[in-house]
């Protein structure tokens, strides 16, 4: 008997809008709008629709190996009254690969969308997923961000020493369980085929223990249709990432989520990161949760968004 799993929180919604931001080397990010929109359709690709009084913006950025799909819980929810912003990172999803990997080119793309779909100092909240983290602190510096960053969400990330504490191998921390972890995550060899087999290993390796059926089949779908010479490529620049500086440059107000059971991004993580921002508004730790936390705990990182909306953008709005 074939038992069937309803995906639909997690079925990826369809945009209100779809464009493309040019990033600094023309690479041309596939950009979605959700929910209300100013002034539909009266302005061109590449510029933004949103005018004074327009609901709150919310951009998110997805981590390594995952789309805009990734974020399908967030959106729907925070849709019917925030624009939510989304789009694939380069080599990701319908964001063609370059040449190139590195996260000054995550900070350009980020750069790009955030020129592309908001006005002139328009405010958002900006949330990052793993890669999508680490997006944000390598975009901590840069104009775009400073002009538009109202507060942001760092989900199950790091900053450095990414590789080297990882516990996706059980051992103990040192050289060899480096070694091996790096060749694991850096490997050239297929996922697929999407079978139980595989999505046993991507639980264990990505999410918590007790992570329902439909949360694990909807992370192996996205998580599969990443190309593997993209999941390749951006496996070496994380194996490299230092972006401890970055963080100190984050001088908008952050919150920070990560699962106890995260074995990609462990708390180590997230406790550095929230000790070095300058304004960190609170470390969330959830038990027995895994490295997925959107999709894991859809409702509390929605939660945590509209909290950042209500108190950043708002609540100074309406001073």
């Avoid at 002034?39 to 805009?68: E, Q, R």
């Avoid at 390796?205 to 996205?222: K, L, W």
């Avoid at 496996?235 to 230092?242: K, M």
Wanted: glycine letters at 8%; hydrophobic letters at 45%; a neutral charge.
């Amino acid at each position: 008997m074939t038992t069937t799993i309803d995906l639909t929180p997690y079925a990826p919604p369809v945009p209100a809008r779809v464009l493309t931001a040019r990033s600094a080397d023309g690479t041309e990010v596939h950009v979605e709008v959700h929910g209300p929109d100013s002034a539909p359709g009266n302005a061109p690709d590449n510029a933004s629709d949103s005018a004074p009084g327009a609901a709150p913006a919310v951009v998110l950025a997805h981590g390594w190996t995952c789309s805009t799909a990734f974020w399908a819980a967030q959106i729907r929810a925070l849709s019917a009254d925030h624009r939510v912003i989304a789009y694939d990172q380069r080599g990701h999803g319908r964001t063609p690969a370059s040449a190139a990997c590195g996260a000054d080119l995550l900070a350009d793309d980020l750069e790009a969308v955030l020129t592309a779909t908001l006005a002139p100092g328009e405010k958002a909240v900006i949330a990052g997923h793993s890669m999508g983290g680490m997006t944000i602190m390598a975009a901590s510096a840069r104009p775009a961000f400073r002009d538009h960053a109202a507060a942001v969400l760092l989900c199950s990330t790091g900053s450095s020493r990414l590789v080297a504490e990882s516990t996706v191998v059980p051992i103990r921390a040192g050289r060899l369980r480096t070694w091996l972890t790096g060749h694991i995550l850096g490997s050239r060899a297929p996922l697929g085929p999407d079978t139980p087999v595989a999505r046993r290993i991507l639980k264990y390796a990505t999410m918590g223990a007790g992570s329902a059926p439909h949360m694990v089949e909807a992370c192996a779908r996205i998580v599969h249709a990443c190309p593997r010479r993209v999941r390749h490529a951006w496996s070496n620049v994380l194996h490299l990432l230092d972006l401890d500086h970055a963080v100190r440059e984050l001088r908008v107000p952050a919150a920070v989520i990560v699962g106890s059971a995260d074995r990609m991004t462990p708390p180590v993580h997230s406790r550095r990161i929230a000790e070095a921002l300058p304004q960190c508004v609170g470390l969330t730790e959830l038990p027995g949760l895994g490295h997925m936390t959107p999709v894991e705990a859809p409702e509390l990182v929605t939660g945590t968004i509209r909290d950042l909306v209500t108190t950043h953008i708002a609540m100074k709005e309406g001073a």
